[in-house]
């Protein structure tokens, strides 16, 4: 069957907001911010030929599968980046069927609250609720540190409690030590299934820069999978789910910190495992597949399909899937 494609990237958004104190349309959440409203047109990397892809506006000259949010077809099936109010809403005020989910659930899965309770801890760390909680943790913890909130993407949500600017906290929070990351990756699931693995690449703020399929060390895929395998299947969560993991250096030793954070989401790993070549990387606002102008916004960056040379590694990880 055909697939309706909505991209609602401002999928953490819409969760960190109550959803009795706004009544945001899918239209005013696609368009709340520029890279939401560039990320919207996602789905050409993905969409088969026969698919739709719901759009708020149209760029110059329109990809074929592109279509208006106020005139969808009807007769498809709707396939979200993850599961929304909004789109609940806009979907019963068009008469189109949309799955009902447990949104206390899905809230609970994505907090890094939850990531944080079900997982290994770094040394140092601290689920911090309170101020008087804070400071004796700022006090304890020496060094460059951060302070997560529970659904910041990115980045976005990382704090750093070192900063000359005046910080206001909203709690929880959770507080790390700066620790040497040596490799970034993620794990994605559908249905409580494993369907690849992938590498992460971001800046030295945790911002996303790019996602490939490349070399990840056996013993490291082994330990993040014993950790995040009982638990996808304890959620009994069906749909897709991405885990973020990372390699650290303790002590001159390398060691994995096993759930960094869980996406009941797709993700651009997922995304990246669904093209070619398996690699996707940020570029220049001139190049790459999405609009660089939209309904007179200009973007600031793009995205591309890169190629890889890690067919070795590709063909580690189909046996090692084909046996786990």
């Known amino acids: 069957m055909s697939r309706l494609h909505i991209c609602n990237t401002f ?16 239209r005013s959440w696609q368009t709340s911010h520029k890279i939401v409203n560039q990320l919207q047109f996602l789905p050409l990397l993905y969409a088969r030929p026969d698919d739709k892809i719901l759009v708020t506006h149209l760029p110059k000259n329109p990809d074929p599968r592109l279509c208006l949010i106020d005139n969808p077809p009807k007769n498809l099936e709707i396939e979200h980046w993850g599961p929304s109010r909004a789109i609940a809403l806009w979907a019963k005020n068009h008469d189109i069927a949309y799955p009902n989910f447990d949104w206390d659930q899905i809230s609970q899965i994505n907090s890094k609250i939850f990531s944080y309770l079900h997982s290994t801890q770094l040394p140092g760390s601290e689920l911090i609720e309170t101020q008087e909680q804070l400071n004796n943790w700022l006090k304890k913890t020496p060094g460059p540190k951060i302070l997560k909130t529970p659904f910041g993407t990115s980045g976005s949500g990382h704090i750093d409690p070192s900063s000359n600017v005046k910080q206001l906290y909203t709690f929880p929070l959770i507080g790390e030590p700066w620790v040497e990351r040596v490799l970034d990756f993620s ?10 693995m992938t590498i992460c690449k971001n800046d030295s703020k945790g911002r996303y820069q790019g996602t490939y399929v490349g070399e990840i060390e056996l013993w490291a895929i082994t330990e ?20 973020d993991a990372y390699i650290y250096l303790d002590k001159g030793e390398k060691r994995v910190h096993h759930i960094v954070e869980i996406n009941a989401r797709k993700t651009m790993s997922w995304v990246a495992l669904q ?50």
Do not use: C
């Open 11 to 26: 999928f953490e958004r819409e969760l960190s907001t109550h959803p009795h104190q706004t009544n945001k349309t899918l």
């Open 187 to 196: 794990s994605q699931w559908k249905n409580g299934e494993l369907i690849g």
């Open 275 to 324: 093209t070619p070549h398996k690699r996707l990387e940020i570029t220049p606002e001139a190049e790459g597949v999405l609009p660089i102008e939209l309904n007179g916004t200009l973007f600031s960056r793009n995205i591309s399909i890169g190629i890889t040379n890690s067919l070795a590694q590709e063909i580690v990880n189909m046996l090692f899937l084909s046996k786990h």
């Open 224 to 243: 993040h999978l014993r950790i995040t395998k009982p638990l996808i299947e304890k959620m009994g969560y069906l749909d897709h789910i991405g885990v």
